[in-house]
């Protein structure tokens, strides 16, 4: 599949979709209490979207029934909110969301420790987080994406930690998923150059124990499958003549 190259006005609207998931993202995290249900958390975030004149990707995307993927300890992604998953201290929650701006979408993912988290939930969402940004610095025209894959990988295995691997990163542009996949693994195969006017959802998923998964009866959440906590970070990514990037960003808000 070939990847399409975005235009000037492509990214500009991309950039407008990216800029409001972030600031989504930023309103969602002050929510991030004990006591508050994984559907209040989907409804805020709804809300907000459509606040912004935008519409939130996720929803009845492949049936999906909500805007805002919320996946709590050993949840990897895809948790669909519910009035009885409620917060408590302790646990870990990542928020993944898209919001499509003038038919564009913008793709990101959060993990927060809820309260006090222990020591090993924070190293968890450190070491994923910093495993996006080892893969950033490879998001350079030349390169190709399995520079970006093997970066992303060895950030967490030198770690102890495992990469999810039956989940990928991906295209991002006109639709929400597009060529080309992005493992946060190496491949055999180098994979396609990276080119000026790609945009590319980078999304490390991580467990602290075994990298294997499986999926629950509700045909979505993905959770580990020994029962290990896993942590999500992604974020909108621009290729560029230099540096990339990050388009699910806004001033003044941190990633
Ligand atoms: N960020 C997620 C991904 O790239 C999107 C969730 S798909 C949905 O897989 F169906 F849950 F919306
Ligand atoms: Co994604």
Redesign the pocket.
């Known amino acids: 599949m070939a990847i399409p190259i975005k235009s000037e006005n492509e990214i500009q609207r991309m950039r407008e979709a990216g800029r409001i998931l972030a600031l989504t993202h930023e309103e969602l995290r002050k929510y991030i209490k004990p006591g508050i249900s994984t559907y209040d958390i989907d409804k805020l975030g709804e809300e907000v979207i459509r606040s912004y004149g935008c519409t939130p ?2 929803l009845n ?2 049936g ?1 029934p909500a805007s805002i ?1 919320v996946s709590i300890n050993d949840e990897v ?2 948790g669909i909110p519910s009035k009885d998953r409620i917060l408590k201290e302790g646990d870990i929650v990542s928020l ?1 969301a ?1 919001v499509i701006y003038e038919g564009y979408h913008s ?1 990101a ?1 959060r993990t927060y420790g809820v309260g006090e988290i222990d020591e090993a939930s924070r190293k968890l969402i450190k070491v994923t987080r910093e495993s996006f940004f080892e893969g950033l610095k490879q998001c350079r025209a030349g390169k190709h994406i399995n520079d970006i894959s093997k970066a992303v990988f060895g950030h967490i295995i030198v770690r102890g930690y495992s990469a999810v691997v039956d ?1 990928v990163g ?1 295209g991002v542009g006109a639709h ?2 597009e060529a080309p996949e992005i493992p946060n693994f190496p491949t055999r195969r180098r994979g396609a150059k990276l080119r000026p006017g790609m945009t590319l ?1 980078i ?1 490390p998923m991580i467990n602290i124990g075994d990298y294997a998964v499986r999926w629950l009866d509700d045909d ?1 959440t993905v959770v580990t499958a020994d029962g290990s906590r896993s942590a999500h970070y ?1 974020n909108t990514v621009l290729i560029t003549e230099g540096e990339p990037e990050i388009l699910s960003r806004a001033d003044g808000i941190e990633l």
């Open positions: 990707s996720f995307y492949n999906y993927c992604v895809h993944d898209g793709d993912a989940l991906h929400l998923h959802a999304e979505w992604e």
